[in-house]
């Protein structure tokens, strides 16, 4: 079962790997820890991506999810059987090959590699990381800057929020010699278990 106050982890098994993406799928706007319950309910240990076969070849998968409750039946049902059948390589993809799956956005795709993979750099512009981004440009005095309440789906609008948010971080650890020093897994993780009470995104 996936842990969702220790999610970084960079050498998980293929199996366990396919778990962290399908945990990154339905955790979006709903509590993680449910989720994370619900989806160990769906998959009760078995390999994922196996049982999402057989139970799509068998006509059973929307039955599985409705019986634990995922929720967004349709759209879990597609990205689960896509991500399935296919042969991507979740231990070596670029972020935006899995944005082409049903239900995995920019925000979803970085959050897999950014705690999956070593040294990664991303932003999870997720409500919890945007509200610390306008909490602190405020009290820093900066001039004000319309950040953004949910994760902008527009790639353009995302990478300039990311700079500004790797910035801000950045700024804050004096000592080191830029963004590039900074364990971006490490605070985003630091940031969620600050802020949790809400939906993880």
Same mark, same amino acid.
């Given at each position: 079962?996936?842990?969702p106050?220790n999610v970084t982890?960079?050498?998980?098994?293929p199996?366990?790997?396919?778990e962290?993406?399908?945990?990154?799928i339905?955790v979006?706007?709903?509590?993680?820890d449910?989720?994370?319950?619900?989806?160990?309910?769906?998959?009760?240990?078995?390999s994922?991506?196996?049982?999402i076969r057989?139970?799509?070849?068998n006509?059973s998968?929307?039955?599985?999810?409705r019986?634990?409750?995922?929720?967004?039946?349709?759209?879990l049902g597609?990205s689960?059987r896509?991500?399935?059948e296919?042969n991507?390589?979740l231990?070596s993809?670029?972020?935006?090959?899995?944005?082409r799956?049903?239900?995995?956005g920019?925000?979803?795709?970085k959050?897999?590699?950014?705690?999956s993979r070593?040294?990664?750099?991303?932003g999870?512009l997720?409500t #919890?990381?945007?509200?610390?981004?306008?909490e602190?440009?405020?009290?820093?005095?900066?001039r004000?800057?319309a950040?953004?309440?949910?994760s902008?789906?527009?790639p353009g609008a995302?990478?300039?929020?990311?700079?500004?948010y790797?910035?801000?971080?950045?700024?804050? #650890?004096?000592?080191?010699p830029?963004?590039?020093a900074?364990?971006?897994?490490?605070?985003?993780?630091?940031l969620?278990k600050?802020?949790?009470?809400?939906?993880?995104?």
């Amino acid at each position: 079962m996936i842990d969702p106050s220790n999610v970084t982890d960079t050498s998980r098994a293929p199996a366990a790997l396919e778990e962290f993406l399908l945990f990154c799928i339905v955790v979006a706007g709903k509590n993680a820890d449910q989720q994370s319950a619900k989806l160990e309910g769906f998959l009760r240990g078995r390999s994922p991506f196996v049982f999402i076969r057989e139970c799509a070849g068998n006509g059973s998968l929307g039955r599985r999810l409705r019986e634990v409750r995922l929720g967004k039946y349709t759209l879990l049902g597609r990205s689960f059987r896509q991500l399935a059948e296919s042969n991507v390589d979740l231990r070596s993809c670029p972020w935006e090959t899995l944005t082409r799956f049903p239900g995995i956005g920019i925000k979803t795709a970085k959050f897999f590699v950014l705690h999956s993979r070593p040294g990664q750099m991303h932003g999870v512009l997720d409500t #919890h990381v945007l509200s610390w981004m306008r909490e602190h440009w405020a009290g820093a005095g900066k001039r004000a800057l319309a950040v953004p309440r949910h994760s902008p789906q527009d790639p353009g609008a995302y990478r300039f929020w990311e700079t500004v948010y790797f910035g801000m971080v950045a700024g804050m #650890h004096h000592g080191a010699p830029g963004a590039r020093a900074v364990d971006w897994a490490r605070f985003d993780l630091d940031l969620w278990k600050e802020r949790r009470g809400g939906p993880a995104a």
